[in-house]
Nanobody, 115 residues
């Protein structure tokens, strides 16, 4: 299984970024796709997730600004991040759970928001 993230970078506060996570090599059907983030000194936290049928959940801190979506034909998950704030600076990780119960992680992509 491979998860390849892209889209991170440096952006000014108020700006936007779109993260992508393309995956391949699954034997079992993909179930939930998620984005987590981890800032230095902090625990990894859930940002958003999306079920196979499109049900979404968001951390309170990103509701109304971030949107998670997925393309089941390409096994890809996206995170559109608008109105970015300096406190959103983190390494963002893609997580995919398949129907066997296994958990897979991407390598992480750094998002830096300058004030």
């Amino acid at each position: 299984v491979q998860l390849v993230e892209s889209g991170g970078g440096l952006v000014q506060a108020g700006g936007f970024l779109r993260l992508s996570c393309a995956s391949s090599g699954f034997t079992f059907r993909i179930n939930v796709m998620s984005w987590y983030r981890q800032a230095p000194g902090n625990q990894r936290e859930l940002v958003a997730d999306i079920s196979r049928i499109g049900r979404t959940t968001y951390a309170d801190s990103v509701k109304g600004r971030f949107t998670i979506s997925r393309d089941n034909t390409k096994n890809t998950v996206f995170l559109q991040m608008n109105s970015l704030k300096p406190e959103n600076t983190s390494v963002y990780y893609c997580n995919i759970k398949d129907q066997s119960g296994w958990d897979y992680w991407g390598q992480g992509t750094l998002v830096t928001v300058s004030s």
